[in-house]
């Protein structure tokens, strides 16, 4: 058997493959870029063919920077930017439209259309998730309505859809597979989460044809061998997850209660939540972590839309940063905000409060702010967005948090995973190893392919956690966030009005 992993991270501005070895350490990494398509206006597609190639050009470059072919390589997994969609012809193997990135908002009106259908209920109580572009469902929609003929050829079983996995799937296996699993079907809008099938009413209300569908299979199992023609010898691809859903396995979340939140432009919080899967009163998604051994967990899923990504605003809209790691610095000159409250509502607001017309804010300001102070309410604002969020996690699961597992380009501002801490009134662990999206799927696939039998085994990247313990007292904290939910309100309704 090989002696590496090899993980294909499909991301939505790059390809990247990293090789892992027994111990879980990284052996080396590959990466490249590709070019993003906007037609028009919040329309965001990519080229099926140059995410192949750009994965496969990673893929071979970790390879070579290891030293290694093939032979080496024990188990492939795969995880990805997750709800883009693709159809490509299934004799040719052709796409017949580029693939539709989930940022696009495209098929805004088909979701209309659908709301105006009174499906919400029916949506929410079959797939977890609530009407919304994002999801792949209606960009299938749009996509055999945009070529002339293709709905007959979908109707005729000639098209085959899939997420990103499923197309580097059938790459990598010549066509031979078309299939995809739990973590990434959840997140179609067509697939029944507490059934575990294709949904017919959600199929009909879409008018997508059955025969397009790829077959779900478990995370962490068998979907076939990558040919033989890639890298010079066939290897089992073992392990299939979505982005979020791997990070939350790579973080080592696999009981209830566990949660992980990633910080990058936006954050992402994911709680296991078991064999149960709740609905969520506050607006959250409930969607599959993964199906391991014919067994399903579930997690609830929470996004904060703008955090990293207001650290950029300071650097590019306001120069006030040169470099997003100076803001550590410059949140730690001064003892706190001096009363400042910034809300980055720049699109509007997201769990718990779902204000489309919410717009930033600063408040608090006196003739004695400075630059540290607002850098400072910036990350301050980054880590009560994610409290809101953990409130509505804890709620709608009736479980509470006893740690957060962090990961992301901004986890690694030490002044903001403290003051995550604080706020929260729980420990924040942070990884030594960061790359955990990719450890999951390596982790998911090692374990298919029987190269590990538990993630214990990979003891490397488990290794060294930072700990930032809460240090505030329970009164400072809550009249912290107290003041975080009137700057809030004072955001609120602002556009359009
Ligand atoms: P994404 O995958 O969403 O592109 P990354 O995980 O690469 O994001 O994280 C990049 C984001 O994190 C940027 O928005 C950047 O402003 C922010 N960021 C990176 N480093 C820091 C830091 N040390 N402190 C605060 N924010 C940071």
Redesign the pocket.
Known sequence: MGRYVMALDQ???SSRAILFDRAGTIVAVDQHEFPQHFPQPGWVEHDPIELWESQLRAARGALRAAGATGRDIAAIGITNQRETALVWDRSSGQPVHRAIVWQSRQTAPICEALRARGLEQEVRARTGLVIDAYFSGTKIRFILDAVEGLQQRAERGELAFGTVDSWLIHRLTRGRVHATEYSNASRTLLYNIHTRAWDELLLEALRIPRAMLPEVRDTSGCFGVADAEWFGAEIPIAGVAGDQQAALFGQRCAEPGKAKN?????CFLLMNTGSEAPVSRTGLVTTIAWGIGGRVDYALEGSVFV??????WL?DGLGLLE??????AAARSVEDTGGVYLVPAFVGLGAPYWDERARGTIVGITRGTTRAHLIRAT?ES?AYQTRDIVECVQRDASLTLDTLRV???????D??MQFQADVLGVPVERPAVLEVTALGAAGLAGLGAGFWREMSEIGAAAGERTVFEPDLCAERRESLYAGWKRAVERSRGWAGA
Do not use: K, M, P, W
């Not at 955090?307 to 950029?312: L, N, R, T």
């Open positions: 991301g939505t501005t990633t910080y990058g432009t936006g955090a990293g990504a207001a650290v950029q650097r470099r997003a790691g100076d803001s550590e990350l980054i990961d992301g380009g901004a986890c690694r501002n002044f903001l």
